[in-house]
């Protein structure tokens, strides 16, 4: 299986210091929705894993959240292709949980939906958080430019981090590694 997992706000959609509150709010990034259906017509299954602390705070509602989740998908089939799963961590920074990044939790249960193993497998995010999760799993780290992560790359990466200015990039780059092939 061909599985690549993202980030949500800032690396598929406009992120906001503020939250995504709203579907009107929920805004994708150029390309982003192309370079998922892209993806998925090649074969590849296309999962996210993010954080909505917004929820634990009251700034929306699930119902809310599964809207934006809807419209994504709306999107993505709109342009011929399919979004896997979505998880979601629906609680704030000191809640303890064991599923808000940097945990790995999120990825985790996306692992055991598909049945798969996580080392190697891509991480697409835009925060130290994201980066952190993908090496507490063993997941390849792929950092893009996009929602903070300018700001996450002037602060340094770890090693063996990826770089690409966006989701379409990386899209890109997977998609003519496998014409290499």
Same mark, same amino acid.
């Given at each position: 299986? @061909? ?17 995504? @509150? ?5 805004? %994708? ?12 017509? !090649? =074969?590849?299954?296309?999962?996210? !894993? ?7 705070? =009251? ?9 934006? $989740? ?6 993505? !089939? ?5 979004? &896997? ?7 704030? %920074? ?7 990044? %940097?945990?790995? =939790? ?6 055991? $939906?598909? &049945?798969?193993? #996580?080392? &190697? ?26 929602? @903070? ?5 002037? @602060? =340094?990466? %770890? ?7 966006? #989701? *379409?990039?990386? *899209?890109? $780059?997977? #998609? ?6």
């Amino acid at each position: 299986m @061909k599985l690549l997992i993202l980030d949500r706000d800032g690396v598929i959609n406009e992120d906001s210091d503020a939250y995504i @509150k709203s579907v009107a709010e929920w805004i %994708p990034i150029p390309g982003s929705v192309e370079a998922i259906a892209r993806l998925s017509q !090649a =074969g590849w299954t296309v999962a996210v !894993a993010t954080n909505q602390s917004g929820l634990a705070r =009251g700034y929306y509602d699930e119902a809310t959240l599964e809207a934006m $989740h809807a419209r994504l998908r709306q999107l993505v !089939a709109e342009q011929g292709g399919q979004l &896997g799963l979505i998880v979601h961590c629906p609680h704030g %920074p000191d809640d303890g949980c064991d599923c808000r990044k %940097p945990l790995p =939790g999120l990825l985790q249960q996306i692992a055991a $939906h598909y &049945g798969v193993e #996580l080392a &190697g497998l891509w991480f697409v995010g835009d925060s130290p958080g994201d980066i952190a999760a993908a090496q507490a799993v063993g997941c390849q780290a792929v950092l893009v430019r996009s929602g @903070k992560g300018e700001r996450t790359l002037a @602060k =340094g990466l %770890p090693q063996g981090v990826l770089v690409f200015d966006d #989701l *379409a990039a990386v *899209a890109a $780059h997977l #998609l003519a590694g496998e014409a290499d092939r």
